[in-house]
């Protein structure tokens, strides 16, 4: 039997009805739905005012804790209490960081991670307790671990998380106090929108205030609203770091057109492939960086003739460059009071960073960049040359002349075929991290760094940095990879 479909305001009312309590009971049935509806609006614009009481940031929603400060600022958000219990300070930060494209691995994301706002920026060597879990196609990485930096002990725990192609870290860092319920009801609180495109641009806005750097000793800063400066006043070695600027996308461009500025109206003093020297790497916080150097001559602003050794370099940093301008005079005083000790330009450099940039190391080969005959080109006290082969034995020498690669031998040979090449022992190389074994000896392990270098823009050619301590002092020697 077909129902048949009844619609109140077609409905003839009935023997027993009035007409008029059958319109009032319509209008009173339609104010009931009405009111359903709008309970149901009143229900959803409930839940989005909820929802929208989360607070956005790049690729999460999220509930500030009550009663904590909050910074916005060099693209991330931090969010801060602190508080003194019997004289003693007791704190607790959360940090959110702008998201980024994923690796592709999730492990990978947390090593880049915990290594761009750990290990970086304290230098500690804490190995994290790590905690992996998953989540609606998200993948959620925790590491923790107590640090000291700077004279103070905390602990700090990392988040990674990964899905859809993108990544975002959240760092805690806290001292004293008990802010377990508040840390858990953020992250219980926490949203995620995989269609959120990764605010990669954030890492961008940096300023002068995000350089972080080891001054050279008994050297003299002053802060300009445009530059920093760093000076030796005895020798006049001058350092001047600029404030942020758009790069063109290539650095080395961008090195050329600051080496140019800086020597406008200058001349090389030299010719051929000694006129200038290109260097291109990565500093050892994981920046690359582009260098020109070259020693000029000509005239400063009050007339006087100078000749000077100047330097030009530019640090990536997102689609910015921090700009670093380096010059002195061309006497012996001047050039080793910038190089010479290791405490001065070359210690600077080594520490230069950008803070809350997040950075990733090289991943260069430096296990096949490191065969080779390496040349003493400056050292601290160090001196002699060194072979590394390919069966990861290495030797080194007094000279090039007194080692075993003598005139009558091949070099490719030696470093990439000689199975049976004992040296002065063995080596291994992992990252930046260089181990020498020597025969009957006790291993020595050495930070390394690795730079191409190209004389007058001809070919390029390797050198390799070794930071080394001897007597309490420390010093950094550098070697030149012989081209055969």
């Known amino acids: 039997m077909q129902q048949k479909k009844i619609n109140l305001f077609d409905r003839k009312p009935g023997a027993n009805e009035n007409p008029k309590f059958r319109i009032a009971k319509a209008k009173n049935y339609l104010w009931a739905k009405m009111n359903f509806l709008f309970f149901l609006i009143f229900l959803m614009l409930f839940s989005l005012n909820a929802f929208s009481q989360k607070e956005q940031f790049d690729m999460v929603r999220f509930n500030q804790p009550t009663g904590w ?5 060099n693209g991330t958000v931090i969010m801060i209490d602190t508080q003194t219990v019997n004289g003693l300070t007791q704190f607790c930060q959360i940090i959110l960081y702008p998201g980024r494209n994923s690796t592709g691995s999730a492990n990978k994301d947390f090593k880049s991670a915990w290594n761009n706002l750990v290990t970086i920026p304290t230098q500690s060597k804490a190995k994290p307790a790590v905690q992996k879990s998953s989540s609606e196609g998200w993948t959620i990485i925790t590491g ?4 000291i930096s700077k004279g103070i002990q905390y602990k700090t725990l990392v988040t990674s998380i990964s899905g859809f192609g993108k990544t975002i870290p959240v760092q805690v860092n806290t001292a004293g106090g008990d802010y377990a319920a508040a840390v858990e009801k953020f992250f219980n609180e926490l949203d995620l929108d995989k269609n959120t495109t990764p605010s990669i641009s954030s890492f961008n806005k940096i300023t002068m205030n995000d350089y972080d750097f080891i001054t ?3 050297w003299q800063m002053q802060k300009k609203p445009d530059h920093l400066a760093i000076q030796n006043l005895q020798s006049g ?4 770091i600029l404030a942020p600027q758009p790069s063109s996308g290539n650095l080395s461009q961008d090195a050329t057109a600051v080496f140019d500025m800086m020597y406008k109206g200058w001349n090389y003093q030299q010719t051929g492939e ?3 020297l290109l260097a291109k790497g990565f500093l050892p916080g994981g920046l690359e960086f582009f260098r020109k150097e070259a020693t000029m001559s000509g005239y400063t602003a009050d007339g006087q003739y100078n000749l000077e ?7 990536k940093a997102g689609n910015n460059i921090a700009i670093i301008s380096m010059r002195h005079n061309s006497s012996s005083l001047g050039h080793d009071a910038c190089y010479k000790n290791y405490n001065t330009v070359a210690r600077f450099l080594n520490s230069f960073t950008v803070k809350s940039l997040p950075v990733t190391l090289p991943s260069e080969d430096n296990a096949k960049r490191i065969l080779g005959v390496w040349k003493l080109i400056t050292t601290g006290v160090a001196a002699g040359e060194y072979i590394f082969a390919a069966n990861g034995h290495y030797q080194h020498g007094a000279g090039l002349g007194s080692s075993t690669t003598t005139t009558d031998m091949n070099y490719e040979y030696i470093y990439n075929r000689a199975y049976t090449f004992q040296g002065d022992g ?3 190389i992992s990252k930046n991290m260089l181990t020498l074994a020597p025969k009957g000896g006790n291993p020595e392990t050495i930070p390394v760094r690795f730079e191409a270098v190209s004389y007058g823009s001809n070919s ?3 050198r390799i940095y070794m930071l080394k301590k001897e007597a309490g002092i420390e010093y950094e020697s550098m070697y030149e990879k012989q081209n055969q």
């Open 69 to 73: 400060q909050r910074h916005d600022g």
């Open 144 to 147: 923790s671990a107590n640090i």
């Open 216 to 218: 050279p000793e008994g």
């Open 237 to 240: 070695c001058i350092i001047q």
């Open 274 to 276: 000694k006129q200038f």
């Open 309 to 315: 050794e100047g330097s030009a370099m530019v640090v």
């Open 426 to 428: 063995s080596y291994s």
């Open 460 to 462: 390029w050619s390797d």
